[in-house]
């Protein structure tokens, strides 16, 4: 017997936010044990990080995991910065796509997802409320509330449990949140290792942590400059598409289609506006909502066509060379390292992106696999490591096709050194929701290589001046071993005594291994 349509159409459902991403986890990044507690990890310390540089405050975190049973752990993680004020705290904790991370802007995270989602992680897995104690200031006035709340997905909103005023000595946020079915690990992708990257990316940042056995970890911070915050910048006629212009068009103020171009894009003039009229046979002085969609195809098709200045790269922040120097001597403390940050560029003819490099050897560069120690890729985007889905990401493809035998690294897997690269751009290219591998676009692509290659000059400088030294060291130790000998033969055959060496050999010693320290210190200052 068929079913009428009203009759299919009985369960009909509509899904909330919250609903969706309750079923569909594993595009919030919570997918496996080690990956979703390294997610959590990720969340809730890159919200602290723009929390407190957007109030100009050098970021202070501490994280306390402690383990009550197998796969289940109690988090703490409280920070330094502004606090979140009473009425707003379920709406960053509750409420899915909610935040004011919605710009065209340089910024750690994009989605209003990573908190609300922590949130929901540990529901979903302990059914436990979450706890928070906010401490900001209202005018003049410190005040602090402490909140227990859970999530209402049907809604998509937070319920309140309890609430109730507390005293506090400072700003901030501290949150304490239950797990089950996840896990704490010491590997690439775990948990403790998504600190130390952060670090070295943000040394202005410092953490403190204890782990599931108590040992307490210390993470200062490198340097006490915090970076400017990047700036909103206006999309690029070559970036948008017509689905943007109808949007635009939709939700503007202009009374004109000619003021909406001038005022939303980048590098559009009055003068460049007149050519696209003068070109498309568009009236651009028609009312915005009057577009038509074949109209806006005709206009993207003519962007792709014309020849426009660069985007605005004034939005955007890279670490800088000197920073990312000190991050990586302070946490890998090697013998040597080498930065390099790249002047921007673009991908897709209209998206701003700068790429920066470093390279460490020696010290505590590299991972030590089994008694051997091996290459550490480190990978970023605007500051943020990508710990998963190296395989895949732009930035590994780029590093292996190198021919790094060129630099005096025979094998690149097997070599004691430390690999950085950092993408910063408003829009980058992730493969996936889940936010860990970068697309391989040709231009970043190549920018990665570019700026490997350079500090993989230095190293080879360094390597070269480093075995030349040692091979100065050996010479003088044949010197000191086998002068002596020859001298006193000579002496027995020419029935003479043994004349007065010491001050020729440590001459000549001296002058060889002072050449070998001069190498070394060229390399150094180049």
């Known amino acids: 017997m068929e079913r009428e349509a009203a009759e299919l159409f009985e369960e009909f459902k509509e899904l909330t936010a919250s609903e969706f991403f309750r079923r569909n986890k594993q595009m919030l990044g919570f997918s496996g044990k080690i990956r979703s507690l390294t997610m959590v990890f990720h969340e809730l310390i890159t919200n602290s990080l723009d929390a407190a540089e957007e109030a100009g405050i050098r970021p202070e975190i501490t994280i306390d995991l402690k383990r009550v049973g197998k796969d289940h752990y109690i988090l703490k993680h409280s920070d330094n910065g502004p606090g979140i004020p009473e009425a707003f705290i379920t709406k960053v904790y509750c409420t899915m796509f909610a935040g004011s991370k919605f710009r065209n802007i340089q910024s750690r995270g994009q989605q209003g997802l990573g908190c609300s989602g922590c949130v929901l992680l540990s529901q979903m897995t302990t059914g436990k409320p979450a706890k928070v104690i906010s401490g900001y200031h209202e005018g003049e006035k410190l005040k602090g509330m402490e909140m227990t709340f ?18 506090v000595k400072s700003s901030g946020v501290s949150i304490e949140l239950h797990f089950k079915d996840v896990s704490y690990s010491l590997s690439e992708q775990g ?13 202005h940042a410092k953490i403190r942590f204890r782990d599931p056995t108590g040992h307490k970890y210390i993470f200062d911070r490198a340097t006490d400059i915090i970076p400017p915050l990047p700036k909103e910048v206006l999309p690029h006629p070559r970036g948008v598409t017509a689905d943007d212009l109808i949007f635009m068009a939709k939700h503007t103020d202009k009374r004109r289609f000619r003021s909406l171009l001038t005022t939303s894009l980048s590098r559009m003039s009055t003068k460049r506006v007149n050519e696209i009229q003068k070109s498309t046979g568009i009236d651009l002085d028609k009312r915005p909502k009057d577009m038509k969609w074949e109209e806006a195809e005709r206009i993207v098709d003519l962007f ?44 897709r003819g209209g998206v701003a992106f700068i790429v920066e490099a ?3 050897y020696g010290g505590e560069s590299g991972r030590i696999v089994g008694d051997q120690k091996r290459a550490e890729i480190m990978r970023f985007a605007n500051r943020v490591p990508l710990t998963f ?20 690294i025979r094998d690149l897997d097997n070599a004691p050194i430390t690999v950085f690269v950092n993408l910063v751009s408003t829009n980058v290219p992730y493969l996936s929701t889940g936010k860990q591998s970068v697309a391989p ?38 010197f000191e071993s086998l002068v002596p000998v020859v001298i006193r033969e000579a002496a027995l055959l020419a029935e003479t005594d043994v004349p007065e060496y010491d001050a020729v050999l440590a001459k000549v010693t001296r002058r060889a291994k002072f050449e070998g320290i001069q190498l070394n210190s060229e390399v150094e200052n180049e």
Not at 191 to 203: D, G, K, L, Q, W
Not at 389 to 408: F, V
Not at 459 to 470: F, I, V
């Open 150 to 167: 859970k999530m209402d997905v049907k809604k998509n909103q937070g319920l309140i449990l309890s609430q109730e005023p507390v005293d």
């Open 441 to 478: 676009e040709a231009e970043i692509l190549h920018e990665v290589r570019q700026a490997t290659m350079k500090i993989a000059r230095s190293l080879q400088k360094y390597l070269r001046a480093k075995k030349a030294a040692k091979e100065e060291e050996l010479r003088s130790k044949i």
């Open 191 to 203: 948990a403790f290792e998504y600190i130390r990257r952060t670090v070295i990316a943000n040394p």
């Open 304 to 347: 792709s066509r014309m020849d426009f200045m660069a985007p605005p790269t004034s939005g955007l922040i890279p670490i800088g060379h000197d920073q990312i120097e000190k991050g990586m001597r302070e946490i890998l403390t090697p013998e040597f390292v080498a930065t390099n940050t790249r002047n921007p560029k673009t991908y």
């Open 358 to 360: 470093g390279i460490t």
């Open 389 to 408: 889905d190296q395989g895949s990401c732009a930035i590994t493809e780029a590093l292996k096709s190198i021919d790094w035998k060129r630099y005096g």
